[in-house]
């Protein structure tokens, strides 16, 4: 986890010192193409502690910290103003994009110990709702398997039933 940090850290330096210019859509769109992929792709799987997305968010702070006139913002309006999304909400976004590719592979939903269930609505819709194996201990409690099947029950009908995954996202 430090090492994904502190690798963020030295690219968001390097964009600080290497480039001149302070303006939003250099720095967001040098933030998107270096430092974003290095915190989303190497965040450990599963990622659920407040600990560790508070520090996976630390080198986004700093870098909007640094764009002129935005600098005095909190941090959720500097979010807004660059039009960019926190760290945590990336990752809910990555655990239901995983969600709807696992429906769509068996070997997948093996992998992971998911199941379809039928919807026990009066209406009788297509629903596709997931449930999982019940564990004993409450360490497994945010593992994926674990996970994916409360946040996917949570969608509305018309996002579950989304033919691609352009649609889904």
């Known amino acids: ?8 850290f030295y690219v ?3 964009i600080n010192k290497g480039v001149a210019s302070r303006s939003k859509e250099v720095i967001v769109a040098l933030y998107s193409a270096f430092t974003r992929l290095i915190i989303e792709y190497n965040a450990p799987f599963g990622m659920y502690l407040t600990r560790h997305i508070q520090q996976l968010e630390c080198p986004q702070r700093f870098l909007t910290k ?10 959720a309006d500097r979010l807004k103003a660059l039009s960019l999304y926190s760290v945590s909400y990336r990752l809910l976004r990555g655990d239901l994009c995983l969600a709807y590719r696992a429906l769509s592979s068996a070997t997948l939903m093996d992998l992971l110990h998911i199941h379809k269930t039928n919807s026990t609505r009066i209406t ?16 497994r409690d945010r593992y994926v398997s674990q996970r994916l099947p409360c946040l996917w029950n949570r969608l509305p009908i018309h996002v579950k ?6 649609q889904f996202v």
């Open 124 to 139: 009788h819709s297509k629903d596709i709702n997931l449930a999982c194996d019940i564990n004993r201990t409450c360490w």
């Open 12 to 14: 968001v330096h390097l």
């Open 161 to 166: 039933q989304s033919s691609f995954l352009t």
């Open 66 to 75: 640094s764009i002129q006139g935005i600098s005095n913002m909190s941090y």
């Open 1 to 8: 986890m430090s090492i994904i940090v502190r690798t963020s």
